[in-house]
């Protein structure tokens, strides 16, 4: 089979989850069915690098767009791709990342993260929420099949775009489990941790994650308890973030660290750095898309303020217990977002079923 994937919207180290997700569902899907032939639709910015970090089982078709420019990008989705893909002779696209072209001889699966613009639209401009409404409204309602990353992402798509629950199947973000030897060694000396506890928070740095808060509810902690919070994503070493760290008393207490590979993470993951005096028991970050992979993050995307600080609280004091699982249903039951990501989805094994059509009500 011939599988399509709409990979239009991702710029390397720029995307974020979406980024994540698409990687590791590829990876898997080929480990999974590797006599699937996967052709990957990419915008001319990620291009080159995109094409070559794919791997051999992966064709890259390159189109004429660029993802930084919205009307380019949306022409892409809504005409460019389809007629790429049916040069191309895909039996099936997957859009990864909540809009698809509604037309083609295609059968199309989008995946929905969220519906963000409906729950903060005081963060888009009212054109860019328009637009936004526009094409995520009709790429689910001219796909063959929806995936939610959630149950409460289901029901959201559900009461606030109009959609036949059983159009939709629920595939938790997967887990990929930790490397049994992280590269910890020089990490504390780098970062300057010395023997604190650190609290990880990994995200892109957009205003819908209000990364700020953290800032807040790590001043209301004595100052001898608080952990070192280590900042890692896109955009995170901000000078704007530097000053409102220092803004809030705690800029010694920060490391904004930026963009950082994934055995870094993975090595800021481990529940043990060297020469530490206990265990610091970061929060550990599932390996997926949607902007929602990690428990803190989750707490991130918050935007109410008046909230900031009593989720702030929860975060940091499980990052000090060690109670991560506890923190991740405080923080599902503010923003009804259930705890699945935390145990391994079934995203390869899923989406292909969903491909070949095994299930009865399946595209």
Not at 137 to 146: D, P, V
Not at 201 to 215: D, G, I, M, S
Not at 292 to 304: H, N, S
Request: net charge positive.
């Amino acid at each position: 089979m011939r599988v399509g994937l709409d990979l239009l919207y991702l710029l390397p180290g720029e995307t974020g989850g979406r980024e994540t997700y698409a990687r590791e569902l590829v990876g898997a899907m080929l480990e999974s069915a590797p006599e699937l032939e996967l052709v990957a639709f990419v915008n001319r910015d990620a291009g080159p690098q995109l094409a070559a970090e794919l791997g051999e089982g992966v064709r890259a078709v390159v189109l004429p767009i660029s993802a930084r420019g919205r009307g380019q990008w949306a022409l892409g989705e809504l005409a460019l791709i389809s007629v790429s893909a049916r040069r191309e002779g895909v039996e099936l696209l997957h859009c990864m990342a909540n809009f698809a072209p509604p037309w083609g001889r295609f059968r199309r699966v989008v995946t929905i993260h969220d519906l963000q613009y409906r729950a903060v639209p005081e963060l888009l401009s009212p054109a860019m929420r328009i637009g936004t409404s526009a094409l995520v409204s009709l790429a689910a309602r001219r796909a063959h099949r929806i995936i939610a990353v959630s149950a409460a992402g289901r029901d959201e798509i559900v009461a606030e775009l109009g959609i036949d629950a059983r159009r939709i199947d629920v595939v938790p973000n997967g887990v990929r489990p930790a490397p049994p030897a992280p590269l910890t060694a020089g990490l504390r000396e780098r970062y300057g941790l010395d023997r604190r506890a650190i609290a990880l928070a990994v995200a892109t740095n957009l205003p819908h994650k209000n990364l700020p808060a953290l800032f807040g509810a790590l001043a209301l902690m004595p100052a001898e308890t608080r952990p070192v919070l280590l900042l890692a994503g896109h955009e995170t070493d901000d000078a704007r973030m530097a000053a409102q760290a220092a803004a809030a008393g705690v800029a010694d207490d920060v490391r904004l660290l930026g963009a950082r590979s994934t055995q870094e993470l993975e090595s800021l993951c481990a529940r043990r750095l060297p020469r530490a005096a206990e265990p610091s028991r970061g929060l550990r970050p599932p390996r997926s898309g949607g902007d929602g992979a990690l428990a803190a993050r989750r707490v991130l995307g918050d935007p109410r303020a008046a909230r900031g600080r009593t989720i702030g609280r929860a975060l940091f004091r499980s990052a000090l217990t060690g109670s991560n699982r506890c923190a991740a249903r405080r923080a599902d039951r503010r923003s009804r977002t259930p705890t699945a990501p935390w145990r391994a989805g079934p995203c390869p094994r899923a989406v292909l079923q969903l491909a070949r059509g095994r299930r009865g009500d399946a595209c």
